[in-house]
């Protein structure tokens, strides 16, 4: 049978610091949802990486002494070292300055143009240089740039324009016609309302600016960094030099990306594929923001979320389910230490004391295979269902309500308990019931080792390290399709504690 495909990206990220929390929640995001479908069976290919042509570089490279080369090779080679240690699963990890990118950059920007699409003209507006983008009075109230809460910059330059206004109609046509192609939902509402007010042209060049690709017909202007840097989600599957490999994978199922970028993602974006005859992604997912102190974390939030030192006190797994199991992932969550240890603490209170109890024993008395009437309490296909719409806290939650069951089942059944009559005279049959509550406790472990199982494959796509190491001390494969293939009877050994108590 022909295999699924399944093709999500990250937003690529600024590499003007090293990779902090915030950035590390939507790459994380991305990397649940390429394991699931791994796990599935799937065709899988996770896209992430750099966009590395704007002025926070430039400025950045002065500052630490270094030409701009030599501070991307170095910075680069953090972030994938940090999404490394955090487990993350990227195919490719991309950066605008690769070679295949940048004659991509040309190559649409022609075709863009040979459509009709780009004129010149002057630009005066309101600018952010940390957003790289213009704003209109009243998207940014007070002149005041709403994310990084700074004063906007009045801006002339030349400039070539897109025809993002010739869109309109058509925009609203695909978001009437994909009713998801904006998710979640409730953040559809307010960008419709925003194209349906009407879209005005879209600076795409700039002349102050040389660090970049040069417009192909204009080699006095550079191209705009959004322009440049939405296509990397082309290049990033070969759209020019593996045919093969763009035509298994293009269309992306999912651009992941955070609620601050969704306008570009479901508004330019789709409008540059327009334009430029390329079929549009099925789906644009707006996640909400990691805040501190009610404040988007960011390279300035400091050590108290630094990714190494959060590492070296937890560990990767317990990070990454705290990130899901607490917050909505469509809506804002507040960081704060307390609720990272309670997560902590439920890791190894539940699935820890769990995995760690019912090993123990089965490697004390064996098991023998039964037909596992637990799995019946494990609501697998709504769990499913939740994590293909998002919901990886409603998920959590029910993998370890069934977590709660298997818990409470040992207590229940005691598979530790040989005796057999408490008062009863040596009878004729002792040994015989003896030997029968023997043989009830083995396939109790049976059951709560098959149910294990069950949860290590569920729980690989948010804590894949953990359940590589149930996998291999339990006996079995990390893949959907052994949930419900009972797990074979072989000799088991107690693996390594799996969360420390903090
Ligand atoms: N370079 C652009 C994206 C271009 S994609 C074609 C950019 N980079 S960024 O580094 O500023 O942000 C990248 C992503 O990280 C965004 O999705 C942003 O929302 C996310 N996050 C950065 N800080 C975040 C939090 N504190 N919380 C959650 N996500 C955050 O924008």
């Known amino acids: 049978m022909a295999k699924n495909k399944y093709y999500v990206t990250t937003p690529i990220y600024y590499p003007s610091g090293k990779p902090h929390l915030g950035s590390a929640y939507t790459t994380i995001a991305a990397d649940i949802l390429a394991r699931w479908h791994k796990l599935l069976g799937d065709d ?21 002494g270094k030409n701009i080369d030599t501070y991307l090779t170095d910075i680069t080679k953090i972030f994938k070292e940090v999404f490394g240690e955090l487990n993350i699963g990227y195919d490719r990890f991309i950066r605008t300055s690769d070679k295949d990118h940048k004659k991509f950059v040309q190559h649409i920007l022609e075709v863009v143009n040979k459509k009709g699409d780009i004129y010149k003209g002057s630009y005066e507006g309101y600018y952010c240089h940390e957003c790289e983008a213009y704003y209109t009075e009243r998207e940014a109230p007070g002149l005041v740039c709403s994310v990084h809460e700074k004063n906007l910059e009045v801006l002339k330059e030349e400039s ?6 010739e869109y309109q109609d058509k925009l609203l046509d695909l978001y009437k016609k994909n009713p998801d192609f904006i998710s979640p939902v409730y953040r ?16 795409i060049s700039r002349t102050d600016i040389d660090w970049g690709v040069r417009l192909p017909f204009d080699k ?22 593996d045919k093969k490999l763009f035509k298994k994978f293009w269309r992306a199922n999912v651009h992941i ?12 974006w789709p409008a540059m594929l327009m334009s430029a005859g390329i079929e549009l992604p099925e789906k644009v997912y707006a996640h909400g923001w990691l805040t501190l102190k009610d404040k988007k974390i960011g390279k300035s939030a400091g050590n108290a979320t630094d990714i190494n030192e959060l590492i070296k006190r937890f560990g990767v797994d317990p990070i990454r389910y705290f990130l899901f199991k607490v917050t909505p992932f469509g809506e804002d969550g507040e960081y704060s230490e307390e609720t990272l240890i309670d997560r902590n603490n439920e890791l190894a209170n539940k699935l820890g004391n769990l995995v760690s109890r019912v090993s123990s024993l089965a490697e004390k008395n064996g098991i023998e295979k039964t037909n596992n009437l ?7 296909k709504q769990i499913g269902k939740l994590i293909d719409n998002f919901e990886f806290d ?8 069934f977590i709660d069951v298997c818990n409470e089942y040992v207590q229940d059944k005691k598979p530790w308990e040989t005796k057999v009559q408490e008062d009863s005279e040596e009878s004729p049959d002792s040994s015989k019931l003896l030997e029968e509550k023997i043989s009830q406790n083995k396939k109790v472990l049976y059951e709560l080792v098959d149910s294990i199982k069950a949860i290590a494959i569920l729980l690989s796509p948010f804590i894949p390290g953990t359940s590589e190491k149930i996998s291999q001390s339990l006996g079995f494969k990390l893949d959907y ?3 419900e293939k009972p797990i074979i009877v072989r000799k088991i050994k107690k693996g390594e504690n799996l969360f420390n108590r903090v």
């Open 44 to 64: 899988v290919f996770f896209l992430t990486g750099t966009d590395e042509h704007t002025k926070k570089v430039v400025k950045e490279a002065e500052k630490s």
């Open 160 to 165: 070539y324009f897109f025809k993002l206004s």
């Open 188 to 203: 559809k509402n307010e960008i419709v309302n925003r194209v349906k007010e009407g879209l005005k042209d879209l600076s």
């Open 220 to 241: 006095a202007h550079t191209c705009y960094v959004w322009f440049d840097a939405l296509t990397n989600y082309l290049t990033g599957v070969g759209v020019l030099e």
């Open 257 to 268: 990306v955070g609620k601050d970028i969704l306008w570009f993602h479901s508004v330019i």
């Open 374 to 380: 637990l799995l019946k309490k494990l609501k697998l």
């Open 394 to 401: 409603k998920a959590l939650n029910d993998i370890f309500a």
């Open 481 to 483: 399709k052994e949930i």
